[in-house]
Nanobody
Framework: QVQLVESGGGLVQAGGSLRLSCAAS????????MGWYRQAPGKQRELVAH???????YYADSVKGRFTISRDNAKNTVYLQTNSLKPEDTAVYYC???????????????WGQGTQVTVSS
């Protein structure tokens, strides 16, 4: 019903930047909170940042001041600008969204397939 597709990952040197995008498609009535999560090898998935429909943001302490989350509600798309990347930022980055599919009265959480970000030292 609702699909999330991430793009923008890749290999970058420490100190570099990447811009991740996540577009939601399908039968969508509304999208509430959208967020970015990451999972490094051998570690649990963790929240990186999220943004509400009105634009209120939250960041994990580890990325504050370096990452910026934004969204385009008209395009059902959320972005993550990552600057001053560090090797410890290496992970698969997943997009998540709390969305109400068309024809439903309830919201559900959806995940994208993930995009790899690798930061070399």
């Amino acid at each position: 019903q609702v699909q999330l597709v991430e793009s923008g990952g890749g290999l970058v040197q420490a100190g570099g930047s990447l811009r991740l995008s996540c577009a939601a498609s399908g039968s969508i009535f509304s999208i509430n909170r959208m967020g970015w999560y990451r999972q490094a090898p051998g570690k649990q998935r963790e929240l990186v940042a999220h943004i509400t429909t009105s634009g209120t943001t939250y960041y994990a302490d580890s990325v504050k001041g370096r990452f910026t989350i934004s969204r385009d509600n008209a395009k059902n798309t959320v972005y993550l600008q990552t600057n001053s990347l560090k090797p410890e930022d290496t992970a698969v980055y997943y997009c998540g969204a709390d969305a109400v599919p068309g024809g439903s009265r309830y919201s559900y959480w959806y995940w994208g397939q993930g995009t790899q970000v690798t930061v070399s030292s």
